[in-house]
């Protein structure tokens, strides 16, 4: 309680450089920093509908998180909460989260994702506690209509500590559908591999696969190599192979 607060409204604007946690950036309805937590609350405008939204760059990588409420505290490295609620209303807002990295080519170097749930981000793992939509971007921050779209009641995301890169991908009740990749997935249990180029799925209903061509293979568990195109399926497996077209009598 000795410590120093920092009370404010209407922020349009607050900018902290730290040496090791790097550039941050955000704007508020409300604004409430605890020097003694290191701690601060970002709070949206429930009258108006306008979210809460907090920006870090660090190592050329910038990760932006908005919601009725953005939480930032220093525990070990800078963390972020997007909340869905506005404090004392039944309003809610829907939290996003985008990961940019500028001249960045991989999967994820550019990626957002709108979440029903809270959504909680650590230096080495992004926790979405709801359904999700995670969908590619375009270095200019729109949807890439041929990057990831993926639909899933829980995903949880692993980074590498050191640089901030999606390295993982785990999903419960997943529909995805990678138009870049020629990759179609839908099962219970969803991974991708990021640096080895795997997807693997599991549902004991039948976990269905749809690659480049049209085939379809259904099983309870999948592993599909998506840069060489190879898969190995284990349990109960039917593959479905698009019928050629048949042509009628010439008239």
């Given at each position: ?10 922020v349009r ?13 955000g704007r ?15 709070v ?25 409420c ?96 999606v ?26 591999d ?5 997807c ?9 696969v ?8 259904i ?16 349990g ?16």
């Amino acid at each position: 309680l000795r410590s120093a607060w920092l009370l404010a409204e209407d922020v349009r604007r607050i900018v902290v450089d730290d040496p090791e946690q790097g550039h941050v950036e955000g704007r508020a309805h409300r604004l409430v920093l605890s020097q003694g937590l290191a701690a601060g609350m970002f709070v949206g405008d429930p009258d108006a509908m306008v979210p809460a939204t907090v920006a870090r760059t660090h190592d050329g990588r910038t990760i932006t998180a908005t919601g009725a409420c953005v939480r930032v505290f220093h525990d070990e490295e800078l963390r972020l909460q997007a909340l869905r609620h506005f404090p004392g209303r039944r309003l809610l807002w829907l939290p996003t989260v985008s990961l940019r990295e500028p001249g960045g080519d991989g999967d994820f170097a550019h990626l957002g994702a709108t979440c029903r749930g809270d959504v909680d981000v650590l230096p080495g793992e992004i926790r979405f506690g709801g359904p999700v939509q995670a969908n590619g971007l375009r270095p200019d921050g729109s949807v890439d209509p041929d990057g990831l779209n993926l639909r899933a009641g829980r995903l949880h995301m692993a980074r590498d500590a050191t640089n901030g890169r999606v390295n993982t991908v785990r999903g419960d009740s997943v529909d995805l559908d990678w138009i870049q990749r020629r990759l179609q997935a839908r099962a219970a249990e969803l991974e991708l591999d990021v640096g080895q180029n795997r997807c693997i799925v599991r549902d004991p209903a039948g976990a269905r696969v749809r690659l480049a061509g049209g085939r379809t293979v259904i099983a309870e568990h999948i592993e599909v190599d998506y840069a060489a195109m190879a898969w190995t399926a284990h349990g109960l497996v039917l593959e479905q192979v698009p019928q050629q077209p048949v042509e009628g009598p010439a008239r």
